[in-house]
């Protein structure tokens, strides 16, 4: 059950598009399309961006896009605002019918 | 809408036990899978454990596997974590969330601190 690997920190300018990786294996990214992106602002509880690698929850603005190819799966922010300043996190379903999130990618609005 | 509250946190000896517990409300609670998740100071998220409406489909990580038993009351709208035989390494904010397995997870709770400490 190791962690999905995602890139410690990204950062970009306000208005600049940003893209987050999540790899995984054969098994978990790779195997299913249950791909899920989580976004978690300081001392607060994680709220869910994106389902199913590429669907957006009601109320989630439309600056927010996933894909995935092969084990890797990627969220995208564009026209980057402040709000979007926050740890963001993967998680995927697993072929060992457990779930795993990934390591966290902290995002920095410059 | 949907709110999940989370109890029964605090801090406990190594090796010893502690239940924590999540009220539901706002939704059709014994309709979903519900999780623990948990997370250590200035680290992660970690999944610990999925329950299915059920109760029939069980899983834990295998950090936890042994030591930990998820359980759910759907008359009580209540989720509950059984913890023994607690390490350093348990000490963790925990949320309660909805979903688990191949549902995402939709609503979180605002978090429990169990602090594993002598």
């Known amino acids: 059950q190791s962690a999905l690997t995602q890139p410690a ?28 992106w989580y976004q978690q602002h300081p001392g607060k509880a994680p709220k869910l961006m994106i389902y199913d690698v590429s669907d957006r929850p009601s109320g989630v603005s439309d600056r927010f896009s996933g894909s995935k190819s092969g084990n890797t799966a990627s969220l995208n922010i564009s026209g980057l605002q402040p709000e979007d300043e926050a740890d963001y996190y993967c998680g995927s379903y697993t072929s060992s019918k457990t779930d795993v999130f990934g390591t966290g990618t902290k995002v920095t609005v410059l | 809408q949907a709110q999940l509250v989370e109890s029964g946190g605090g801090l406990v000896n190594p090796g010893g036990s502690l239940t924590l ?34 109760s029939y489909h069980i899983n834990y990580a295998d950090s936890v596997k042994g030591r930990f038993t998820i359980s759910r009351d ?32 939709w609503v979180w709770g605002q978090g429990s601190l169990v602090t594993v400490s002598s």
């Open chain 2, 74 to 105: 759907n008359a009580k709208k209540s989720l509950y974590l059984q913890m023994s035989g607690l390490r350093a390494d348990d000490t963790a904010v925990y949320y309660c969330a909805r979903g688990g397995g191949v549902t995402n997870f």
């Open chain 1, 9 to 36: 920190s990204v950062s970009g300018s306000p208005g600049q598009s940003i893209t987050i990786s999540c790899t995984g294996t054969s098994s978990d990214i790779g195997l299913y399309d249950y791909v899920s």
């Open chain 2, 21 to 54: 517990s999540c009220a539901a409300s706002g939704f059709t609670f014994s309709d979903f899978f519900m999780s623990w998740i948990r997370q250590a100071p200035g680290k992660g998220l970690e999944w610990v454990s999925y329950i299915s409406s059920s």
